[in-house]
């Protein structure tokens, strides 16, 4: 087995030797008993060791991959705490990401050089993960722009769950012409002639822009497969370990999760998956329920695949929308029967759930139907449910959820839309979007995430760079020092959290013996960079029980092999995936600085060499030939 060449770790016969060590590193283990460590011995995917090159030296043996970590900084492995994985999974090798790029026009350039190798019938498709506000223009592609670089093959580009674009060839594909009608909560934008011009707002509601996007081809299902398996190592390269799976609108159970079944059956996951089920059909959500509950239970399947719970919907009609570019959105009354009926029977048979709620309105309706039904034994009873988002919840709210048990799961969305959402409510709502500070302190477990890939990018450490400096990927501060946390609780929501939230807090999250073997070798060190560099961090070495799933720069070749990108003409076999950007610089005053003191020791060298008769004892001018007679 091929491993770094390593000196002062001599193989020797042992009857527990490692299947993997880990040396020469930073390590911040997560582990209050010993924080900081050296080296880390794993064995049939679970820490055997954790301490220094003498603790690890008896459990080397002859087929002991040993691997220097060149005094990288290691953390355990990350977990996204709400990812659309299973989706994204499925469509990853078809989609244009634009995620990290930083210019309009290198996205333009981008999409029409995409154009010109995808076949006929194909669509190209740029699928979240971006945001006008990233961009040096700040603004969306226009309709004439999408035609110029496309004339002929279908473009559809969304922005987050706001507006989608389209060309001229997909709004035919779409099928869409002056006599559709717009759905409910959706706006097919017209010109002076009825027609449709390429824009599609979200009205609030996103369902216009999901059902668009279904009308575009699909992959078969070996594809998918492939597709997924490039996606989770996509994951991989910036150090998540695991996921939890917030289901979503048009992912069915139990056919589009018949994908990961198979990888996880064959042993090709590379990434833990915890789901959770969606009910699909409007007015059927309890008959679904009602149905999945005979199937299976939660923590059903094993470390790599299990079931989590329900949600992030349970009933469509108490569900709110996050379109922070339209008014709130004000949900039907009398929606509080059948959410009732869905919560008592999930929580009469032991099944959690997860909701998705943007809104304090949204939270305190459905706290009431909780606190009713706490009357009768079911909160808090044992079962883990959690809302997500939760931009606008107050206080008093807090308050209530950790009286009944719950938990919360909150997501970077602000990083994409928190100029959109000032806009709207003004700089001191912003501020305590969520309210990160307040949850912790009333005890609370709190998971992070990204809510990828369809708002958010999927990339953990633009999170990270989130949580910590709350600051937008437009640079916007949003939130201020008294709302955001430092780094090592940041990272904790993102590991220890986020196996609270599917009950492994015993072997996840840490880096202690007993815990499953996931870390990340990181590309910098997240505790000593400068906070514009966390979002640029990736990682280097990833590990998910013992196997090496991802390795770049000095590791490369130490990772399993994937079969190749297909099809052939996929945007990710050409651009790959995230748009890696470098560090950034000093800022625009300190470079001016920099440039000044240039200057300054320019003309102080003139002066010196002035005095010592080696250049004329006058002051420089400069010559410009567009003032030259």
Known sequence: MSTMPVGGLVPSATDNAADLVVRNAKIHTGDPVRPQAEAIAVRDGVITVVGDDKDVAPHVGPATRVVDALGRRMVPGLNDSHLHVIRGGLNYVLELRWDGVPTLRQGLAMLREQAARTPKGQWVRVVGGWSAEQFAERRLPTVAELNAAAPDTPVFVLHLYQSAVLNRAALKASGYTRDTPDPKGGQIVRGRDGEPTGMLLAAPSALILYSTLAKAPVLDGEEKKISTRHFLRELNRFGLTSAIDAAGGFQNFPDNYSTVVELARAGQLSLRIAYHLFPQTAGQEIDDLARWIEMARPEDGDEWLRLNGAGENLTWA???????????????????????????????NGWGFRLHATYDDTIRRDLAIFEKLAADGLFPAGNRWLFDHAETVSADSLDRIAALGGAMSVQNRLSFQGEAFVRRYGPGAAADAPPIRAMLERGLTVGAGTDATRVSTYNPWVALHWLVTGRTVGDLVVRPPHNRVDRRTALSMF????????????????????????????????????????????????????????AAAEYEGLDEELPPVSPEWSPVAHFGGYRATPRIGPSGARQAELLGQAVAESEQHRQWRARRGLAPDTESTVFDPCFSL
């Not at 949900?331 to 999930?346: H, I, M, Q, S, T």
């Not at 505790?527 to 961090?537: L, N």
């Open 318 to 348: 108490a569900a709110d929308f996050e379109n922070f570019a339209q008014p709130r959105p004000e949900l039907a009354p009398g929606y509080e029967a059948d959410f009732e009926k869905a919560v008592r029977l999930l929580m009469e």
């Open 495 to 550: 590991t220890e959290a986020g196996a609270a939230l599917t009950g492994e807090e015993g072997v996840k999250g840490v880096l202690r013996p007993g815990c499953l073997g996931d870390l990340a070798v990181l590309s910098e060190d997240y505790f000593a960079v400068p906070e514009p560099d966390i979002a640029h961090i990736e990682s280097l070495l990833t590990v998910v029980g013992g196997r090496i799933v991802y």
